[in-house]
């Protein structure tokens, strides 16, 4: 028996962060959704009594350090699962590009395990053991748009927002996410307004929501790597109707209305970046 599923990208369209904890961690508010930019996951029986990972990027691990290698060793030891799996990984979403790549597919072997292993867990319990892995796996094990708090794996399920064209350009460089955090400076951000987000997708009001995107992770990320910031000034130039940099970084995002529009700012961009895409929202829950 195999199972194929599909593990799509994240962006944010709003991050905050609060405060840091004391277990380190930062305290964040967070809207999240999802776009049709996706990885896909193989997972097949395996006689021998292992998990093994196969992933299609040379540079992605392939051991214990794969998120999806996770997923599947905290579900086998917690349900004293005695059968072995292949996990085999194709991926398409750039890695520590700030699209969650990984914890999606990590949430994708948690769904995909719960039918081959017959675990009858509920979606609510997946997400739960999911935030074990990493901040972001629980809201990618729900996918659609969410508010998301605590260290990100709080899930509250808002509406999707307005069907739009997402352009992602990343620069060729990879971002640590606990540098990022590392180095913000919590004393002068400019906060996004969470609430009036929230409010502008309720009433699919498309211009306030890209009049307010905001990331306060951007300070910190363009300082790193100024070619970031140089991106984010290039797609609005192109014309895109909202710009913002997804999560840690690198990958910025443009929101675009209009297939004229799309075309010429993704024509543009890719004068300047290798890595571009044109992909549309997909703000709803497929589970
Ligand atoms: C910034 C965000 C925004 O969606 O995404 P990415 O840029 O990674 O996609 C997330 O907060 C990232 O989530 P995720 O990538 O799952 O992070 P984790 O593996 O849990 O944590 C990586 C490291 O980031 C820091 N971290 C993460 C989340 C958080 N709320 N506070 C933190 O300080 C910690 O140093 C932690 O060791
Ligand atoms: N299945 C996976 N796909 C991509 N990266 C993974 C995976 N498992 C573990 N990793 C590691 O996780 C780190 C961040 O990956 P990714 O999820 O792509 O980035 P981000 O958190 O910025 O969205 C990388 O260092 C990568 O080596």
Redesign the pocket.
């Known amino acids: 028996m195999k199972i194929s599923l599909k593990a799509p990208a994240k962006i ?1 369209l709003s ?1 905050d962060v609060l405060h840091k904890r004391e277990d ?3 305290e ?1 508010e ?1 809207i ?1 959704t999802t776009v049709d930019l996706a990885d896909r996951i193989e997972l097949t029986r395996l006689e021998e009594n292992r998990i093994k990972v196969d992933v299609s990027e040379g540079f992605v691990p392939n051991d214990h350090r794969n998120l999806a290698y996770q997923a599947a060793k905290l579900l086998k030891d917690r349900y004293n699962v005695s059968e072995g799996v292949l996990i085999h990984i194709r991926k398409n979403i750039p890695v520590s590009a ?3 790549g990984g ?1 999606s597919d990590a949430a994708a072997t948690l769904r995909g395990l719960n039918e081959l292993w017959n675990l009858q867990l509920s979606i609510d319990e997946l997400a739960s053991l999911g935030a074990q892995i ?4 629980s809201f990618c094990v729900y996918g659609g748009t969410a508010l998301a708090t605590g ?2 794996e709080k899930i509250k399920h808002i509406s999707a927002p307005p069907p739009c064209w997402v352009i992602l350009a990343k620069p060729p460089i990879g971002v640590s ?2 540098e990022v ?2 180095n913000l400076k919590l004393e002068h951000l400019k906060h996004p307004n969470i609430n009036q987000m929230i409010s502008a997708i309720d009433n699919a009001d498309y211009p306030l929501i890209c009049s307010e995107l905001g990331n306060v ?1 951007e300070t910190v990320t363009f300082k790193l790597y100024p070619q970031v910031q140089r991106i984010k000034e290039q797609m609005i130039r192109f014309g895109a109707d909202g710009v913002l940099m997804s ?3 690198p990958t910025v995002f443009g929101l675009v209305k209009h297939e004229s529009r799309m075309l010429r700012v993704y024509n543009g961009l890719r004068g300047f970046c290798n890595d571009v895409y044109a992909v549309r929202v997909m703000g709803e829950r497929y589970y």
């Open positions: 944010n991050l380190g961690f930062h964040v967070m999240m700030g699209l969650a914890s990493g901040s972001d796996v260290r990100g996410t606990a955090y590392r992770l999560g840690s970084g």
